[in-house]
Nanobody
Framework: QLQLVESGGGLVQPGGSLRLSCAAS????????IGWFRQAPGKEREGVSC????????????YYADSVTGRFTISRDNAKNTVSLKMNSLKPEDTAVYYC??????????????WGQGAQVAVAS
């Protein structure tokens, strides 16, 4: 069974940092582009970041929404079969449920095929 599981969410003060991790079972994350989406209460879901993949696991391109550029960093650890999202300088507007997703191929285009259950991130004083 293919499954994505997020971890690392929580409550943090403005200006603080969190690291979200996405672990997979049933498939190899390195074979697919992996994206992070988020949805805040009353708002539409938005793409936050995505990292592509390659056949030889050596080339990746990463993409970020304008709202998180310079503050968030996406990375892979193929040995652990995980993808992380490091979030720095967090703002109250970053509060949302964050979802790890897997696309159908190497690129971040289109819609993801698989979604995790989500991890809550709350930024408040």
């Amino acid at each position: 069974q293919l499954q994505l599981v997020e971890s690392g969410g929580g409550l943090v003060q403005p200006g603080g940092s969190l690291r979200l991790s996405c672990a997979a079972s049933g498939f190899t994350l390195g074979d697919y582009a992996i994206g992070w989406f988020r949805q805040a209460p009353g708002k539409e879901r938005e793409g936050v970041s995505c990292i592509s993949s390659s056949d030889d696991y050596t080339y990746y391109a990463d993409y970020y929404a304008d709202s998180v550029t310079g503050r968030f960093t996406i990375s892979r650890d193929n040995a652990k079969n995980t993808v992380s999202l490091k979030m720095n300088s967090l703002k109250p507007e970053d509060t949302a449920v964050y979802y790890c997703t897997a696309f159908g191929g190497h690129s971040c285009r289109g819609e993801p095929n698989y979604w995790g259950q989500g991890a809550q991130v709350a930024v408040a004083s």
